[in-house]
């Protein structure tokens, strides 16, 4: 079992920056890759970004365009946000799944609770 817990959502203006974090717990945690989510009101979960086991390998949403960077160190998995837009607002979810460099929902089996993320002046 792997338990998620994210942090690091609030409020901040069009082109901002924030850091979201994922703390994670359980025996299975090193072996695990770790991905981020999004799901706007009204719209479909999105992926974001994924990182593999050892933190070399990474993958973005098309969207990301190079304004988010996911990182992680120990039971930590961060993604860093910078130039925020308003369509960046969403409920981030932190993921933990098998399968290396997945986009998709279903290779993820963990799932922690979500961080509100609003992009808004």
């Known amino acids: 079992q792997v338990q998620l817990v994210e942090s690091g959502g609030g409020l901040v203006q069009p082109g901002g920056s924030l850091r979201l974090s994922c703390e994670a717990s359980?025996?299975?945690?090193?072996?695990?890759?770790m991905g981020w989510f999004r799901q706007a009101p009204g719209k479909e979960r999105e992926f974001v970004a994924t990182?593999?086991?050892?933190?070399?390998s990474t993958d973005y949403g098309d969207f990301v365009k190079g304004r988010f960077t996911i990182s992680r160190d120990n039971a930590l998995v961060a993604l860093q946000m910078n130039s925020l837009k308003s369509e960046d607002t969403a409920v981030y979810f932190c993921?933990?799944?098998?399968?290396?460099?997945?986009?998709?929902?279903?290779?993820?089996?963990?799932w922690g609770q979500g961080t509100q993320v609003t992009v808004s002046s």
């Open positions: 993921a933990a799944g098998w399968t290396p460099g997945s986009r998709t929902e279903r290779d993820y089996i963990y």
């Open positions: 359980g025996r299975t945690f090193r072996s695990n890759v």
């Open positions: 990182i593999g086991r050892s933190g070399g």
